[in-house]
């Protein structure tokens, strides 16, 4: 051993005198300390593990002992709607669930069919489903007659007499020159932007002595002139003939006035006839007069114009 080392390091002898009294209260007091700190540590230790131990056992105690609270789905009750509809009731949102969005409802109700009882007399079992009230408007077209819009609650007119195409000529007992006429056949086309003209004589104006002749082409009943013109304000007059061929003269005896002298005022004019019960095989539209916008002068004379003539038959 080393001077001053009290045990050997190979066979563990002590030195004289390494064990005595002093040096062996020195070690109890080490082992008594490290024993005190064991111990210590150890109670610290299982003082940990209890505490947790107990926390858990108490947490499972109160999950054991405390009572679920269970609260009774309540019943939904829908409130009665007058009219048979039931109401829609507000959707709630349940946790985890979502929220329940409602049923679509369409926006016009079907209107149900209504169900003819078996018997019209008293004592009649009366149905009790709703139903919509449906304005009592007719959805059914008026029927139009051509030529006439008449109004609701009139009697319909009788539909205008189908002319021949060539069934309008110029009448023009007084042989007065062609060119003053234009095509009489654009007054019966059905087409109220043509017109037959007649030229106005300044030298004799207003007066004036032409008309249209129209061919029935067999005898028929007339009550009624329709006239389209854009030169209101002529005076016409009406005339009827049975014979087979149109007299020469408009003073002819042969000739019928179906009309008085009247002053057409408006662009559409209808003349109502005279004798719509008897039958004619012509009629002639005869202008005496001529309004005074229409009558120029002799460098540049007017006109009347004649859009288009229907007749109607008797109904």
């Known amino acids: 051993m080393a001077p001053g080392q009290d045990w050997c390091l190979q066979c563990g002898a002590g030195a004289p005198d390494s064990l005595s009294a002093a040096n062996w209260r020195s070690l109890a007091v080490i082992l008594g300390a490290v024993a005190v700190l064991v111990l210590g540590a150890a109670a610290a230790g299982y003082a940990a593990l209890n505490k947790g131990a107990n926390t858990s056992a108490v947490t499972k ?15 939904a009750t829908t409130p009665a709607v ?4 039931a109401a829609t009731p507000k959707a709630h949102g349940l946790p985890g669930l979502g929220t329940a969005k409602p049923p679509k409802i369409p926006l016009t109700a079907p209107t149900p069919e209504a169900s003819s009882p078996s018997g019209t007399g008293t004592g009649a079992a009366e149905t009790t489903t709703p139903t919509t009230t449906t304005p009592s408007t007719s959805t ?30 110029t009448y023009n007992p007084y042989n007065l020159p062609a060119a003053d006429f234009g095509d009489p056949s654009l007054a019966i086309d059905g087409d109220p932007t043509t017109a037959w003209t007649a030229q106005v004589d300044p030298a004799t104006a207003p007066t004036m002595a032409e008309g249209l002749l129209i061919d029935l082409k067999s005898k028929q009943k007339v009550s009624a002139l329709k006239l389209i013109t854009s030169t209101p304000g002529m005076t016409v007059e009406v005339y009827g003939t049975k014979g087979a061929t149109a007299p020469t003269s408009i003073t002819d005896p042969a000739w019928t006035p179906l009309s008085h002298l009247e002053v057409v005022k408006k662009k559409h004019a209808r ?22 916008s229409s009558i120029g ?18 109904g």
Do not use: C, M
């Open 61 to 75: 105690t109160v999950a054991a002992v405390a009572p679920t609270a269970t609260t009774p789905a309540p019943t």
């Open 82 to 85: 007058p009219g048979g509809a």
């Open 140 to 169: 059914t077209p008026a029927t139009t007659t051509p030529g006439k819009s008449g109004a609701a609650g009139e009697e319909p007119q009788p539909a205008a007499i189908l002319l021949d195409t060539n069934a309008a000529s």
């Open 271 to 292: 003349l109502t006839l005279r004798d719509s019960k008897k039958a004619f095989t012509y009629l002639t539209l005869w202008i005496s007069k001529a309004p005074e």
């Open 297 to 314: 002068t002799p460098e540049a004379p007017g006109h009347v114009s004649v859009e288009e003539v229907e007749l109607f038959p008797t």
